[in-house]
C-alpha cells in the first residue's frame, strides 16, 4: 500500500537540523572568533543582516576563568602544580601536628595514670619546625674531610687489623657525639648573655629584698646548662652563705611561711611589674616559685623557695669526673628527649637530675666494652628499651637491682600510708630509680610516661643500629636530635644577638672601669682597707661553701657503704644473673670465668667483629 504524501528528503552535505538552528541562535552570536562558528545548513537561507555579522564580527572580550575555592584547596591550572601545593601543604601541617602530638600522647598517659588503668606505649616522633632543614646542613654533621683515617685513628688500634667499616662507623658516631656537645654548649656571646643576666637578676632581687641573696642552682651551677637553659635561682637568707650547718637545715614552718610572704612581695613589687621580664608566674607547688622571661635574651628564669641541693651536686660532679664522656652523652640524650615532649615533668616526663642519673644507671650497671660516648649511647638505648620496669628497681650507690613491690623507694611517712591503706602506691609500669643522693627519693615517680620513653627508644635503637651498619646516612644523630637545630635556630640566633651587643657595650666602656680601676689603686688606706675586707669576706664565703661540700660528701660516703651492708645482707637477685636475664648477655661470674680459661691457654690475635663493638 503506497503512502498518500510523499516525505520530502534533504540531501544537502549539510542537512538542517534543529541543534543546528539552536546553536545558531544561542551559541554563534556570543562566539569571539568567526572562524569558530559552525557552518550553516545549505537548506536555509542567511539573511544580509547574518552576512554582515559574519563578514565584521563583533569583538567579545576573552573568556575569564573563575578560579573556585573548594574544600580540595584552590584551582589551579595543572596537575603538577596541583600536586606541588598539596604535598606542601600535607607537609605543613604535619609539622604543625608534630608540635601537638608530644602534648597528646602524655595527657593519654596522665589520664591513664589518674584512674589507675594501663596504657599503650606509643614511639613519639620529634617536634619538626616549619622551615624543613637538609640533614647534611646540620651544624653537628662530619664533613668528608674530617672522615680521614687520621681522624678515625683516634678510636681504634690499627694493629689488631679490624675491618674498616665498623671502625669507621662506630668512630664516627663518637665524633659526632663530641661535634654535637660543641655545638650545643653555649658558645662566648651566649655565655655574655647568661652571665649578664644571672647579675641582672641578683641585682634586681638584691635592691628589693636586701636580706636574701640568689643562688645558681641546676644545670647552671653543674656546667650541664644548654644554650637556651632556663636559669634557676634559689632565694636564700644571707646568714645561710656563711653558715653551712645553717644551710643544710630545713627551714621551720615560720620560717617557711615568712619566705613565701617575701617571694609574694618580690613577685608581685618588681617582677611582674619591671620592663625588663615578661609572663611573670607566681606557683604555688611544693616548693614555691617564681617564673619569668627575660625580655631581651628571651632566657627563662626561676626564683624557687627549695632545699639545698649540694649533695646532688656533688654526686654528679663526681659521676662526671669518673666518666669523662658523661657530659657528652647527657647532651645528645637530653636532646632527644627535649624534642619529643618527654623532658616536661609536669606532663609526665622525666627532667634533667632523673635522665642524668638513668645514664649513669645504665653506664654502671651494665658498662661498654669502648667506654666513650658512642658505646654509651647504644648501651643506653638498649639497657632502658629493654629494662622490666614491672618487677625491678635500680640502685646505683650501691649497685644492685631489687624487687620493687618488697622494698619501695619511699619515705617512712609515706611507707606507713601504704601499709595503711590511705595512699595508692605508683602503678606497676612505673620505673623505681633510687636517687644515689637521696635513698628515699624515687627519680622515676613522676615518670608516667615510661612506656612511651621505652617504646621511643626501642625505635630509635632499632634505626641507630640499622644506620650504622650502612652507614650512609648524613648524620647517625640525626633521627635522634635532627629537629632541634631549627626548633632552637630562632632562639640561639637571638641569644647569640643579645651576647653580641653586651659585647660590644663592654668593650666600649673599657676604658672607662680601667681608669676607674686605676684611681681606686691610687685611694687612700680607707680604700684599701675595704678592698681587703671584700676580699676576707669573699675568701670567708668560699671556704664555707668547699665545707659545706666535703661534709656533704663524707655523709653521701657513709649513707652509700651503710646502703652496701644493706644490700649484702638482703636477699636479692645477684647483679650479673639479673643483668642476663634482663639483656640476653652472660653474667660477670661466666665473662671472668671465659677470661680466666682465655689467659691460662695463653696470648691469642684479637678479631674483631659488629658482634663484639655491639654494633649490628
Known amino acids: 500500500m503506497q503512502p498518500s504524501q510523499t516525505r520530502l528528503i534533504c540531501r544537502a552535505h549539510n542537512r538542517f537540523t534543529p541543534s543546528i538552528a539552536l546553536w545558531q541562535h544561542f551559541v554563534g552570536p556570543s562566539r569571539p572568533h568567526p572562524h569558530q562558528r559552525r557552518l550553516a545548513s545549505a537548506a536555509t537561507e542567511q539573511s544580509e543582516v547574518e552576512i554582515a555579522r559574519a563578514e565584521k564580527p563583533v569583538e567579545q572580550p576573552p573568556l575569564r576563568i573563575i578560579k573556585v575555592t573548594t ?18 601543604r600535607l607537609q605543613y601541617h604535619s609539622r604543625q601536628a608534630s608540635l601537638t602530638e608530644p602534648e597528646r600522647l602524655l595527657a593519654t598517659a596522665r589520664a591513664a595514670y589518674k584512674v589507675a588503668e594501663d596504657y ?61 656537645h660543641e655545638y650545643t654548649r653555649p658558645n662566648r656571646f651566649e655565655n655574655i648573655a647568661r652571665k649578664h643576666l644571672i647579675e641582672q637578676v641578683r641585682n634586681h632581687v638584691r635592691d628589693r629584698l636586701p636580706d636574701y641573696a640568689l643562688e645558681v642552682f641546676g644545670s647552671e651551677r653543674t656546667g650541664i646548662a644548654f644554650a637556651t637553659s632556663d636559669i634557676d635561682f634559689r632565694l636564700m637568707r644571707q646568714s ?14 615560720e620560717e617557711r ?29 611544693r616548693y614555691p616559685l617564681i617564673s619569668v622571661q627575660d625580655r631581651q635574651s628571651g632566657l627563662d628564669i626561676q626564683i624557687v623557695l627549695s632545699n639545698d641541693t649540694s649533695v646532688s651536686r656533688v654526686v654528679m660532679q663526681g659521676y662526671m669526673e669518673q666518666y669523662p664522656y658523661l657530659r657528652q652523652l647527657y647532651y645528645v640524650v637530653k636532646t632527644m628527649f627535649d624534642v619529643r615532649g618527654l623532658s616536661d615533668v609536669f606532663r609526665g616526663g622525666f627532667g634533667s637530675y632523673s635522665l642524668f642519673m638513668m645514664i649513669v644507671a645504665s653506664i654502671k650497671h651494665h658498662p661498654h666494652p669502648r667506654k666513650d660516648a658512642a658505646g654509651a649511647l647504644v648501651n643506653f638505648l638498649k639497657f632502658w628499651r629493654d629494662f622490666d620496669t614491672t618487677k625491678q628497681g635500680i640502685s646505683i650507690e650501691p649497685l644492685f637491682l631489687f624487687n620493687k613491690a618488697d622494698q619501695p623507694v619511699v619515705t617512712d611517712t609515706v611507707k606507713s600510708k601504704l601499709e595503711e591503706g590511705t595512699t595508692r602506691p605508683l602503678p606497676e609500669y612505673m620505673l623505681s630509680l633510687r636517687d644515689p ?59 647569640n644577638s643579645y ?54 660528701q663524707r655523709l653521701v660516703d657513709e649513707r652509700n657503704g651503710r646502703l652496701q651492708l644493706q644490700a649484702e645482707r638482703s636477699s636479692v637477685l645477684e647483679h650479673g644473673e639479673a643483668m642476663a636475664s634482663i ?14 680459661d682465655s689467659a ?17
Open 120 to 180: 599503650e606505649g606509643v614511639a613519639v616522633k620529634p617536634m619538626v619546625n616549619s622551615t624543613p632543614v637538609k640533614e647534611s646542613t646540620l651544624p653537628w654533621c662530619l664533613k668528608p674531610e674530617e672522615l680521614t683515617i687520621s681522624r678515625i685513628n683516634r678510636y681504634i688500634c690499627l694493629s689488631h687489623h679490624v675491618k674498616n667499616h665498623t671502625l669507621t662507623t662506630v668512630g664516627r658516631l663518637n665524633m659526632e657525639i663530641e661535634s654535637f
Open 71 to 88: 574544600a580540595k584547596g584552590e584551582w589551579h591550572p595543572s596537575k603538577a602544580e596541583a600536586s606541588i601545593v598539596k604535598n606542601a
Open 240 to 253: 645561710q652563705i656563711s653558715d653551712p650547718a645553717e644551710a643544710k637545715l630545713p627551714p621551720t614552718p
Open 257 to 285: 611561711r615568712k619566705a613565701i610572704k617575701d617571694l609574694q612581695y618580690l613577685y608581685h613589687e618588681t617582677l611582674s611589674k619591671h620592663k625588663a621580664y615578661m609572663l611573670a608566674a607566681l606557683r604555688y607547688a
Open 437 to 495: 643522693a637521696d635513698e628515699t627519693n624515687d627519680l622515676g615517680r613522676k615518670g608516667i610516661a615510661i612506656k612511651h620513653v621505652q617504646a621511643t627508644l626501642k625505635e630509635l635503637s632499632n634505626q641507630l643500629e640499622f644506620d650504622m651498619k650502612v652507614n650512609t646516612r648524613p648524620s647517625l644523630l640525626g633521627p635522634l636530635v635532627g629537629t632541634s637545630y631549627m626548633l632552637n635556630h630562632a632562639r640561639r640566633r637571638r641569644l
Open 499 to 552: 651576647g653580641k651587643l653586651l659585647m660590644r657595650q663592654m668593650q666600649t666602656t673599657l676604658a672607662a672601669k680601667a681608669k676607674a680601676v686605676r684611681d681606686a689603686e691610687k685611694g687612700g688606706e680607707d680604700s684599701k682597707a675595704g678592698n681587703k675586707q671584700i676580699e676576707e669576706e669573699t675568701t670567708k664565703q668560699r671556704l664555707a661553701r668547699e665545707e659545706r661540700d666535703k661534709g656533704w
Open 600 to 616: 691460662a691457654e695463653g696470648p691469642r690475635p684479637i678479631e674483631y667483629t659488629p658482634a663484639a663493638l655491639h654494633i649490628v
Open 583 to 596: 639483656l640476653g648477655m652472660p653474667a660477670v661470674e661466666e665473662e671472668a670465668q671465659t677470661q680466666d
